[in-house]
C-alpha cells in the first residue's frame, strides 16, 4: 500500500516562500513516478512539477518554472517541493501522488498526467495573500 502524507503549506504574502514536503515510504520514492499537483477552488486539478528517479530530469508546469524546485531526499524517504516567489494565483490545494512507471526505461521517464497517479495524498492548503 502506498501512503503520501504532504505537510508544509500555510498562508504567505504574494512574494514569500513556502516549502511543501511529501513523506511516503523508501520504496516508493526509489521506485515509483512521484509529483506535485493542485487544484484550486472551481478549477481542475492540474499537474505542477515531477522529476525522474534519477533526478536528472525535471518537468514543471510553465506559470511556476523558475519559482518552484522539486527535489527527492531518498534518505528520509520524501518529495519536496520549494515555492518562492509565489503568487495569488498559486494558491491552492496541493497534492503529491505516486504512479507506476513503466518496464522499459523507467528511471528517465516522467510522468505529468493526472491519470497516471493512483495513489494521493490528502493534500495540504496554500493560501497566497495579496
Known amino acids: 500500500q502506498v501512503q503520501l502524507v504532504e505537510s508544509g503549506g500555510g498562508l504567505v504574502q504574494a512574494g514569500g516562500s513556502l516549502s511543501l514536503s511529501c513523506a511516503t515510504s523508501?520504496?516508493?520514492?526509489?521506485?515509483?513516478?512521484v509529483g506535485w499537483f493542485r487544484q484550486a477552488p472551481g478549477k481542475e486539478r492540474e499537474f505542477v512539477a515531477t522529476?525522474?528517479?534519477?533526478?536528472?530530469?525535471?518537468h514543471y508546469i510553465d506559470s511556476v518554472k523558475g519559482r518552484f524546485t522539486i527535489s527527492r531526499d531518498n534518505a528520509r524517504s520524501t518529495l519536496n517541493l520549494q515555492m518562492n516567489s509565489l503568487k495569488t494565483e498559486d494558491t491552492a490545494v496541493y497534492y503529491c501522488?505516486?504512479?507506476?512507471?513503466?518496464?522499459?526505461?523507467?528511471?528517465?521517464?516522467?510522468?505529468?498526467?493526472?491519470?497516471?497517479?493512483?495513489?494521493w495524498g490528502q493534500g495540504t492548503q496554500v493560501t497566497v495573500s495579496s
Open positions: 523508501d520504496r516508493t520514492i526509489r521506485s515509483y513516478a
Open positions: 501522488a505516486a504512479g507506476l512507471l513503466p518496464p522499459v526505461d523507467a528511471r528517465r521517464t516522467i510522468v505529468s498526467e493526472a491519470a497516471r497517479y493512483f495513489w
Open positions: 522529476m525522474n528517479l534519477d533526478g536528472d530530469i525535471l
